[in-house]
DNA sequence: ACGGACATGTAAGCAGTTACATGATTGC
DNA sequence: GCAATCATGTAACTGCTTACATGTCCGT
């Protein structure tokens, strides 16, 4: 994030929180500690700031930390090891009353509803802020594009899921009732 | 895993790989000690068992931890901290070469592929194994669904963003060769 | 005889989070 | 005057991974 401007912890944060967040993010106590171990490898330099007596350490990237950086994008991205608890429930869902299971997926089918609004409002609101010369924007247009593609695509997995889990209600109560 | 059935250690790390892999992991070592914290806590039972001198500590649910376990099932799902470095190397692509990112992109593409096709086998040979009276079938492959659609959508999306990336790639050559 | 899968475990180390701690500035 | 945001930091804890350690059984 540096690479792109010099910015100071808090700046960082507030970025990330609007920007990367739904791949990457970083807890708040542990951006103060890892820049000042990059100052001290030499991957960035700070200048103090002072907006009447409230301090503000920018920092900014050295050419030693953007060749780092210019050489670990170039590297293949290494997995990620992916969790879901929301499908690891939907895994053991035989284990429960099939109506928890349909509460489970249309909780879900709201969050992710929600996650694809806010995704909008960034492409529709945020990104035409940015000017076209910016060589970013082609960049962050295409992370925030994948975040609605797979948005659209879970919601129909969602609508199609909670069906089969309806039908399969109905059939259990029929049987039930003809038993 | 245990609710579906008793196993030992050494048997839901082999199941863990070939079902929840994609979505749930546990490393190697973390197992053994969690499954004696879940006895001492009266939440499994262990029984010894020998095939010869080689021994099996086969792990059984108890009611507790059945009740436990449905508890949890119930819960919402608490949103997980996704990560993705291949996102985060994709958003700061415009600090290094485009054919770099081009890269990186295809070499996803093929991870994607790759994934889809393990999906597909499970599919088409292990999925038919498991019988239609086997409560847990649905449930199984619904995930297994979630993971084949997602693949396919993401594949979609790749294929867009390698083609957006190539004609900016020839916008650029262009704009060098006449300047 | 040897490699690979079966089978269980320990110990050290690290990465990351939660909670704590402090104080300034801005807007209502 | 108070709450929210701006702004930076520390300390304890914890959960997880890596590496290590040991031995059996089976197939070729």
């Given at each position: 994030m540096l690479a792109e401007q010099p910015r100071s912890g808090y700046e960082i944060l507030q970025f990330m929180k609007q920007s990367?967040?739904?791949f990457w993010q970083e807890s708040d106590a542990s951006i103060y500690p890892m820049l000042k171990l990059l100052e001290k490898e030499g991957k960035v330099t700070s200048k103090q700031e002072f907006q009447g007596k409230r301090e503000r350490r920018i920092f900014e990237i050295t050419q030693a930390g953007l060749d780092e950086v210019q050489a670990w994008l170039t590297l293949p991205a290494q997995e990620d090891n992916r969790r879901s608890e929301f499908l690891l429930k939907l895994f053991f869902g035989?284990?429960?009353d099939p109506q928890k299971v349909h509460a489970q997926l249309q909780e879900h089918l709201k969050k992710v509803e929600v996650e694809k609004k806010n995704y909008q409002v960034i492409e529709k609101k945020i990104l035409p802020k940015i000017l076209d010369t910016n060589p970013h924007k082609l960049f962050w247009s295409m992370t925030l594009h994948y975040g609605i593609t797979q948005c659209i695509s879970e919601q129909h997995w969602l609508e199609k899921s909670l069906e089969v889990i309806q039908k399969r209600e109905k059939q259990n109560n029929t049987k039930t009732a003809s038993s």
């Open positions: 990367t967040a739904h035989a284990l429960i």
